[in-house]
């Protein structure tokens, strides 16, 4: 099923920014009138001249200025208000094609907009994401260590900043994503029991020249990769073991209340 994104933001009740205003305002900016803006979009002078004109007056600034001429005008070009105006319209439109992908996506989480935003907006270098939730906030030290319920319950221990810890409005019940480099996990063959270490079975072994990667499937459910040294001994595909990794390379994202 192909949905089409008709976004439209309203002002007193009346229509402001339509996707057809958009494309005579993006007309407008690189024809540097309204006139030849209005040709380029498929619209008539007049009825390119009433819209610029409506949204002109509903906004708290003007979008469009244009100078004196004739019945074309003598030029015209977006204000800085009006350049936002389609910068953030563009990004409305990219949250609303994330929610369409997510919608028909079965196997994606629909629970909290962090969940959509990481699976279909953010990319990172780290190979390791995690959803988890605050349990509780420390201090230790000149940082704060933060507890960190996984999805499937494993607790793992962040180590924060003071700063980076009120940035975030880390608290108990806040949802963040925890990333985790490759290169900074290892994995054990014996069961470890420390702060951060999560057991599973070596899914599979990938050789390298100077690394290998490892790919471990973990008991509470998902992944986590790591890449060691090729001549570090490993357990094998198929073998148990753990993935450990410290506190302080554990990264925490979250969006904003």
Not at 153 to 182: F, M, W, Y
């Amino acid at each position: 099923m192909e949905l089409d994104i008709l976004l439209s933001l309203q002002q007193q009740g009346r229509l402001f920014i339509t996707p057809r205003r958009v494309r005579l305002l993006e007309e407008i900016q690189r024809e540097g009138s309204i006139s030849k803006g209005a040709k380029a979009a498929g619209i008539s002078y007049k009825t390119a001249w009433d819209a610029v004109k409506e949204m002109n007056e509903l906004a708290d600034q003007p979008l469009v200025t244009s100078g004196a001429g004739g019945k074309g005008g003598g030029g015209a070009r977006l204000t800085d208000y009006g350049n936002r105006v389609l910068k953030i319209y563009g990004l409305l439109n990219r949250i609303e094609r994330m929610a369409v992908d997510a919608l028909q996506d079965e196997n994606a989480s629909l629970d909290s907009l962090l969940a959509v935003v990481s699976r279909f907006g953010l990319q990172t270098s780290a190979r390791n994401q995690f959803f988890a939730y605050v349990q509780s906030v420390g201090r230790d030290d000149l940082s704060h260590q933060v507890s960190l319920t996984l999805n499937g319950g494993a607790h793992i221990l962040a180590d924060v900043t003071e700063r980076s810890c009120q940035r975030l409005g880390l608290a108990p019940g806040k949802e963040v994503l925890a990333l985790i480099k490759a290169p900074w996990v290892s994995i054990e063959r014996d069961p470890v029991h420390s702060s951060n270490s999560l057991s599973g079975v070596v899914q599979q072994v990938i050789a390298g020249d100077r690394f290998n990667e490892v790919i471990l499937t973990l008991d509470q459910g998902g992944d986590i990769c790591a890449l060691r040294p090729v001549n570090e001994p490993l357990p094998a595909e198929g073998e148990r073991a753990t993935a450990c990794f410290s506190p302080d390379q554990v990264i925490l994202a979250t969006l904003e209340n």
